[in-house]
């Protein structure tokens, strides 16, 4: 994809989220956009609650593979090398899911969603004042909202650096979305 092709997305998916002032109407519109944009078979946000847990909050599937959105998965396990990997704002490329040493606990979930190989890129906010928790760095100053990740579920995807980077780009102007609109719910 060329550069200007990208920046021109980034600039209308930019404007829809701008645009909109409810948060759930913005993930719905981003999973949406980013499965056509880079013709995945899923797209899911997972949410990380203050208290520890995460949830799967915003999914958009292809008809022949199961949604996850209702699955609880409870062991699921952030390793300290993913958050790490995270907070820096890294998006993660996962070419082999069944072979991806850092998430063996997601076998089942695997499994059942037919994944054979995803972009993972963290939803990360600046850190409110006192802000403490799991998903809270202190030392990179940012909070992880959150991840927004493609599933390729038809083949082994091979992806490009640069779709990564699209997807971290996106999921980057989310963050800024979600915190406008969480800060003017506070204040109002």
């Given at each position: 994809m060329l550069q200007l092709q990208r920046q021109k997305i980034i600039q209308d998916i930019t404007q829809q989220i701008r645009s909109t002032l409810n948060v759930n109407h913005i993930l719905a519109t981003v999973t949406q956009?980013?499965?056509?944009?880079?013709?995945?078979?899923?797209?899911?946000?997972?949410?990380?609650?203050?208290?520890?847990r995460s949830q799967i909050v915003e999914?958009?599937?292809?008809s022949e593979y199961a949604a996850?959105?209702?699955?609880?998965?409870?062991?699921?396990?952030?390793?300290?090398?993913?958050?790490?990997c995270y907070w820096q704002g890294k998006p993660r490329?996962?070419?082999d899911v069944i072979n991806d040493i850092w998430t063996s606990c997601l076998v089942e979930y695997t499994t059942q969603g037919n994944?054979?190989?995803k972009i993972v890129a963290p939803i990360l906010q600046e850190?409110?004042?006192n802000e403490t928790g799991r998903w809270v760095s202190s030392e990179h100053k940012q909070k992880l909202w959150g991840v927004l990740v493609v599933h390729a579920c038809s083949t082994?995807?091979?992806?490009?650096e640069d779709e990564a980077q699209l997807l971290q780009q996106i999921a980057?102007?989310?963050a800024i979305a979600i915190q406008q609109l969480e800060h003017h719910h506070h204040h109002h």
């Open positions: 956009q980013v499965k056509e944009l880079m013709q995945v078979e899923r797209v899911i946000i997972f949410r990380l609650f203050p208290n520890g999914e958009v599937v292809s996850l959105k209702n699955y609880h998965w409870e062991d699921e396990k952030w390793s300290q090398e993913i958050l790490d490329i996962v070419p994944i054979q190989s850190l409110g004042e082994k995807r091979v992806w490009e980057n102007q989310l």
